[in-house]
């Protein structure tokens, strides 16, 4: 069965940057597009991008858009976020996730999903 492990998480001040990886074991990633979700605390989770299985194609919640980028290594079976100017808003518990289609469509609908990681956090702060 596919598992999902995120890492890279921290604490990081305002205007910081941090690479989530979210790795695959137990199965391939070459058959899923990606998401990555997160949760801030007494918030509802939230999808927050999406790869598609071939990397082709991604996409961006607006509130990231334009300081997160979503990639992926399918060689290495790994899934990237990286985030950039990083403001205090964006702290949440991050999750990625196996989407069931090649491609983004719905990303945001958490039951398009079939397989999730535990989560990392993040954290900005001063």
């Known amino acids: 069965q596919l598992q999902l492990v995120e890492s890279g998480g921290g604490l990081v001040q305002p205007g910081g940057s941090l690479r989530l990886s979210c790795a695959a074991s137990?199965?391939?990633?070459?058959?899923?597009?990606i998401g990555w979700f997160r949760q801030a605390p007494g918030k509802e989770r939230e999808g927050v991008s999406c790869?598609?299985?071939?990397?082709?194609?991604?996409v961006y919640a607006d509130s990231v858009k334009g300081r997160f980028t979503i990639s992926r290594d399918n060689a290495k079976n790994t899934v990237y976020l990286q985030m950039n100017s990083l403001k205090p808003e964006d702290t949440a518990v991050y999750y990625c996730?196996?989407?069931?289609?090649?491609?983004?469509?719905?990303?945001?609908?958490?039951?398009?999903?079939?397989?999730w990681g535990q989560g990392t956090q993040v954290t900005v702060s001063s």
């Open positions: 996730a196996a989407h069931r289609l090649l491609g983004c469509a719905g990303y945001r609908w958490e039951y398009q999903y079939d397989y």
């Open positions: 137990g199965g391939t990633l070459d058959y899923s597009a």
């Open positions: 790869i598609s299985n071939s990397g082709g194609s991604t």
